[in-house]
C-alpha cells in the first residue's frame, strides 16, 4: 500500500487512479499522517429476479379488493403472550 502526501496526489492522481484500477490500494495522507484510502469500487454483480417460485396468478397486480384490502390493514395479532 503505497502512501502520497496531498500535494503528491493532486500532482499524480491519474497515475494514482491507474494504480488502484489495477487493484492497489493508495493511502493519502495530510501532513504525513494517514486520511483516506483509494480502493477500486468492486461493480456489483447483476442479480436474477428469483425470489418467487412457480408462477404467480395472472392477477398477481390487480389492485386488490375490498375484502382483500382490509385482510391486508387489519393489525398483525399474535398467538404468542407476552409477559
Do not use: C, H
Not at 37 to 42: M, T
Not at 71 to 82: D, F, Q
Amino acid at each position: 500500500m503505497a502512501q502520497y502526501n496531498v500535494q503528491e496526489a493532486k500532482t499524480r492522481l491519474s497515475e494514482l487512479l491507474n494504480m488502484v484500477e489495477r487493484g492497489e490500494e493508495v493511502v493519502i495522507a495530510k501532513a504525513g499522517k494517514p486520511v483516506a484510502r483509494l480502493v477500486k469500487i468492486e461493480r456489483p454483480t447483476k442479480r436474477r429476479l428469483g425470489f418467487v417460485k412457480g408462477q404467480l396468478p395472472d392477477n398477481f397486480l390487480e389492485p386488490m379488493d375490498e375484502e382483500e384490502l382490509t385482510l391486508w390493514e387489519a393489525p398483525l395479532i399474535s398467538s404468542i403472550r407476552m409477559p
